[in-house]
C-alpha cells in the first residue's frame, strides 16, 4: 500500500473520532474580575473558554450580577458543563480593584448599575451591591435582588443610589381599556361579569371597571392579568392592606 495512501486513510480516520464531551467545572467560591468578565474568571478549569466574556465588570468595590441561567447556557456553548448544584439564580462578581472606605461608616447595600426612567423593568444587570455611607441606605432597603428584579421604577433613578423598595411597584396586570373578567364570590355564591378598565392597575391595587352591559362604573381590585374581584374578596385584600390600629402611632 502506497504511503501516502496509509496516511490519507489514518487522518480520515483521525477526524472522525467522536465529539470530546463537554468539561465539568466548579463556580469559584468568591469570583472576582476587574476588567470584563469571563468563563475563566468564574470557572476553575475553563481552559481553551476562559477567555469568553459573559458580563460587563462592577465599579471598584462592587459586585455584578450575572443570571446564572445565561451563564450556564453560554457555558455549555463553549464545552463547559456547570451543573449549578446550589439551583443558583443569580452570580456575584466582586471587583475588588480601588481603595476602600473605612467599614465604620459604609454600609453593603443593593444600587443601581445605570440610571432608568420611570416605568422601566428591573433587570439583573441593573443592579450591583456596594459600600455605600450608612446615613444613604433607606430604611426598606432590599435585602436580596430577587426582591426587586422584574419590577417597575416608579421616578427616574440614579446610577449609584441605593435601592429603596417604596421607588419600585409590581408591573401593570390590568391597563386602561383592557376587556377585565370581574369575579364575585361569597359562600355558594359566584359571580362573573366582563367590563372595561377605567385605568391601569398592578396586583392588589384597586381599579374602576366599567359594565359592558349596563355602563355603570364598579370599584374592584385587581387580582391577575386582567383579573379582579369585588365583594368579600376585594374587601379582605384591602384590609390586608391598611395597618390595624396597633402599628398605627397615635397622633397628638
Known sequence: MPRGFAVACLLALMSASPAVAAQP??????PEASGPITLGALFDGAGAAAGVVVGTPAPPGQSAVLDAGVVQRIARDHGLDWENPAGMSRILVANAGGAATPAV??????TYSRSLAAGEVIQPGDLVFAKVPRFQVPADAPRDAVDVIGKLARQPLRAGAPVATHELTMPLVIK?????????????????LQGKAMGDAATGAPVAIQNTNSKKVIQAVATGVDQAVVGPEA??????Q??????VAAIP
Do not use: F, M
Not at 467545572?25 to 468568591?30: D, G, H, I, M, P
Not at 461608616?105 to 443593593?110: M, S, V
Open 176 to 192: 386602561r381599556d383592557d376587556v377585565v373578567q370581574v369575579s364575585y364570590r361569597d359562600g355558594g355564591v359566584s359571580l362573573v
Open 235 to 240: 374587601e379582605a385584600i384591602r384590609a390586608a
Open 242 to 247: 391598611v395597618p390595624t390600629s396597633s402599628q
Open 105 to 110: 461608616q459604609e454600609r453593603e447595600a443593593l
Open 25 to 30: 467545572v466548579q463556580l469559584r467560591a468568591s
